[in-house]
């Protein structure tokens, strides 16, 4: 999974989000549209502790604990004895496979010969094991990945029939446009592809029909990046969507993909848009209308089969560049084109009608950052609404979602430079203090296995301090 590579594009626009996307925190909210007025209060502390659990790192890792299931009952005791109160299991990874025999795709068997206990199925025995401890459990999938690079393994690399068909197309700095495995990146696929949905799809509903999870979340359910997808069939329902939504009959005549990115850049090895064309904004709604789509028809799967199921998503915390990877996880009511207080330049009229806070009964956001207080950094002192500290983005999301879904916000414990475990307790300690679904750990691995995190500690205690009231 390891959401933490998000972060490289992130912070590569740093500075531009300074320009755009910060607020002062004496200006008035939400002014011509933006965000005040039409959401819930913020009043709701619920203080769950949920603990991802990563397949790749946990189970098929040297240093990991879940590939034995005495293994895995030690450490869900310990998990309850410090406050953790639930699991968000990773159930199809980016190989494309699950970690449970499905109709579908294939199942994990084995990674650098390291396998989980034979005749025993992983998904069923961690939900009936997490249940006897009074856990909540929530499945997740990687929903828009099918191969994993690092190891040319996957759906992509299987069959190459769904490979030529469905990979996603993506630009290189030079416009050419190529397959996005030759580029050295994970498997993606394009999500406006119907094949690729109902495969998504399959996958949602078998999960909740054969086990007793109470919530499914999705994960990377969005686009690569913004150098993708620039496929033919991309192309086809752009002009479709252009013809339909704004009678654009000269749309078919278009140069593809000039007219919507005419020059491009690497930046910290991340290409991004450096001349953007005519259609820019209008292809950032196309595409984050196919990902809102999407969400309509996953949550009415889940609900159609567990209604009582929780429906939910994991995102960065960084909405100012989440256009990128054609996600609006913002409220309905939040528009981010007429919004005078926070500045979007890349919004475009309609662009609030895309998103899905409205579509979610969780909300995830990767708050990956070791600045915690917009205080403890000049530069951030005065602001209200900044996507790179944990305040200023809790800040931000409580605004653009109108406090309707309850959120949790998210600390990565092993991948950034915490400069004490003392640190991440406070951070965990703010998260539960001012969210309204509680915080979510990345990951398992990092607190257990010292060799995992950059401070080379167990991280047990640092949770326990961070629960405690």
Known sequence: ???????????????????????????SDGGNGGGEGTGNAD?????????????????????????????????????KNVGVTGLVLDVKGSAGYTMYPSAYTTQYSSIGGIS??????????????????????????????????????????????FKSNYESIVCDVNGNRVPITSTGRNGFVNPAQPAVQERALNIVKEIVTKYNVDGLI??????????????????????????????D?????????GDIVSSWKNSSGTILPNTTGKYWQKWLLYRSGVIYDFFKKARGAVKAIKPNASFGVYVGAWYGTYYQVGVNWASQDYDPFADQSIRFDWAYPGYNETGYTEQLDILMTGNYYTQIMLSE????????????????????????TKNKVPHYGSIDMGNLSWSSKAEITRAIKYIMANTSGGVMLFDLIHVYAPNTNLLKQPLWDAIADGIKK
């Open 43 to 79: 009043t709701v502390r619920a203080r769950n502790v949920l603990v991802w659990i990563d397949c790749r790192s946990n189970v098929y890792s040297s240093s990991g604990r879940f590939n034995d299931t005495s293994q895995i009952r030690k450490t869900l005791d310990t998990l």
């Open 377 to 400: 950094n000049s530069a951030t002192a005065n602001l209200k609404y900044h996507w790179w500290s944990i305040e200023g983005s809790i800040n931000g999301i409580k605004y653009i």
């Open 218 to 247: 999705l994960d990377y359910a969005r686009y690569a990046d913004a150098y993708a997808d620039f496929s033919d069939f991309s192309k086809t329902k752009f002009i479709e969507f252009l013809k339909n939504k704004y009678n």
């Open 116 to 161: 989980f206990t034979p005749n025993v199925d992983y998904v069923a025995f961690m939900v009936e094991e997490a249940h006897k401890r009074n856990f909540k459990v929530y499945a997740s999938t990687v929903t828009f990945v099918e191969g994993d690079a690092s190891r040319g393994m996957g759906t992509l690399y299987d069959n190459p029939t």
């Open 1 to 27: 999974m390891k959401k933490y590579m998000s972060l490289i594009p992130a912070i590569a626009a740093l500075s531009l989000l300074f320009a755009v996307s910060c607020k002062k925190s004496g200006s």
């Open 249 to 257: 009959n000269t749309a078919s005549s278009m140069n593809f993909p």
